[in-house]
């Protein structure tokens, strides 16, 4: 019977490698040289024809922010346009902006935070492009509810003759969308939460966290999409403001180490550099691609993710939703991912790690280090209770984005299944920790980005277009 059950086990084993292996061989390829060219061509494109609004535009965008906060419902949309960004930032935020800022300085060194912000910086125009586009085609579904987004640009807006391609790219689009809000925005999330309360609280059965968080995100989630963007407005806020609040307080009290460390991003950059006191050989290359690639899995611009929570607004002008996205973008990577990398930096974490004091390939624990190291105790509980809000949330908030492509696929009838299945699959991200739903993820997201950014080549006539009349008088 051993044997029987050895064998079993071996074949599985032996599957996931195979398919590990197939999702790292092609994430290589969609975030090598050939898609980085895309990405950044096409935030330049974007920048060009909308004659860089995410710089002539940035007070505006700011302005709409906070006058979101105060605004009432004004047109016939499901969330006011804070609870969308609040929404859609919740579906950034992640542990993207704690470990995949770690898993980037590891493999990428330094220099990837630079690449990290340039990436950023384009990924303004990007995510503003994504969004006002996805405005101008969005259409309501037989619920009654806005839907919007890369399926229904291009089956929208491609002529007769081509919509066959249309529907194709559309389908690949959501059927990704729906296994990255299952595995890399749910299950994933769920297992960096388990990892972190297990350390913390080892007393407690992990299963016990898993039954306690599905139950928690059952009761936002069975409650429609108003019910995620009023929790999501008070939740991603709330924990964004304590994140920076403690980040504040130990680059004070590292202040003499920042200009060392801001040296250090730049400097690594433009030469190869190894990174963490030796440990690992960084090239030009890979610090491009891993300061690419975790940009993009933290704030998702090129992805096109949040234009599907967006399209929910009900803001008077719907071309001025596509401001929040230059907010969003700036707010994820350039403040929060920006804090993460400075704290790791400044903290001396990394002579620990070039000791053998941590493994390179516990990103997690280089986080946490880097905390305690400053705050020592407080540190800890800060990082694991914002971690665990910022997994939290983005399970939840990208419930919207796979609801979406789901309905696309399936229609209105079958929505209650997916909350079904969602809801599992939080319990499971806390019972199961494989690195192939990691891959798996990357992979997803970025099968996602080709059809997104064809949309954005495609039409950028009619984002120059409504930038011109809607954005370009704004004050």
């Known amino acids: 019977m051993n044997e029987i059950f050895t064998a079993v086990a071996g074949f599985f084993g032996g599957v996931l490698t195979a398919l590990d292996n197939f999702f790292v061989n092609c994430t290589g390829f969609l975030f090598g040289p050939v898609m980085l060219t895309v990405f950044f061509g096409t935030g ?3 920048t ?90 969005r259409e309501k579904d037989d619920a009654g509810i806005w839907r919007g987004g890369v399926m229904y640009i291009l089956t929208r807006g491609m002529k007769e003759n081509v919509r066959w391609l249309a529907k194709i790219l559309g389908g690949v689009f959501a059927v990704c969308c729906v296994a990255v809000s299952f595995i890399s925005c749910n299950a994933v999330q ?20 898993g039954l306690v968080f599905c139950a928690a995100s059952a009761l936002v989630i069975m409650g429609g999409l108003k019910k995620i963007g009023s929790v999501c407005s008070v939740l991603t806020p709330v924990m964004a403001v304590v994140y920076v609040f403690f980040g504040c307080i130990i680059l004070v009290l590292n202040a003499e180490k920042i200009p060392g460390a801001l040296g250090l991003i730049f400097g690594s950059a433009f030469s190869s ?49 596509s401001l929040y996205g230059i907010v969003e973008v700036f707010f994820d990577t350039i403040v929060i991912c920006t804090f993460t990398a400075l704290v790791i930096l400044t903290s001396g974490v990394g002579d620990i790690v070039a000791a053998g004091g941590i493994p390179v390939t516990q990103t997690a624990a280089i986080s946490n280090a880097a905390w305690t190291t400053a705050l020592g105790t407080l540190g800890d509980v800060v990082v694991t209770v914002c971690l665990v809000l910022f997994c939290f949330s983005t399970t939840i908030g990208w419930e919207t984005y796979g609801e979406t492509a789901w309905q696309y696929l399936f229609g209105s009838k079958h929505l209650s299944l997916f909350r079904v299945i969602h809801v ?23 099968i996602m980005c080709i059809p997104n950014l064809f949309s954005l080549l495609l039409f950028w006539k009619i984002i120059a277009k409504d930038t011109k009349k809607y954005i370009d008088p704004l004050a």
């Not at 691609?289 to 803001?315: M, Q």
């Not at 599992?424 to 970025?446: E, I, K, R």
Request: one cysteine or more; glycine letters at 14%.
């Open 44 to 46: 330049i494109l974007m």
């Open 273 to 321: 550099r190894a990174a963490w006191g030796g440990v690992t050989g960084i090239t030009i290359k890979t610090a491009i691609s891993k300061g690419v690639t975790r940009g993009v899995f933290s704030n998702e611009a090129g992805v096109g993710g949040a234009p599907l929570v967006h399209v929910t607004s009900d803001i008077d002008v719907p071309a001025k939703q």
């Open 190 to 209: 769920s297992s960096s939460i388990a990892g972190v309360l297990k350390a913390s609280i080892p007393s407690v059965p992990v299963w016990v966290w």
């Open 424 to 446: 599992g699959m939080t319990f499971l991200g806390f019972m199961v920790s494989a690195q192939v739903l990691w891959d798996a993820a990357d992979f997803c997201n970025g």
């Open 48 to 137: 060009i024809v909308t004659r860089g609004v995410q710089f002539r535009k940035f007070g505006a965008a700011v302005r709409e922010v906070f006058g979101g906060l105060r605004s009432r419902k004004s047109g016939d949309g499901q969330l006011k346009p804070f609870q969308a960004l609040a929404t859609a930032l919740s579906g950034c935020v992640g542990n993207g902006n704690v470990v995949g800022v770690a898993a980037a300085l590891v493999s990428g060194g330094p220099g990837a935070i630079f690449w990290m912000w340039v990436a950023s910086i384009t990924g303004m125009a990007t995510k503003y492009a994504e969004i006002l586009l996805a405005m101008h085609f």
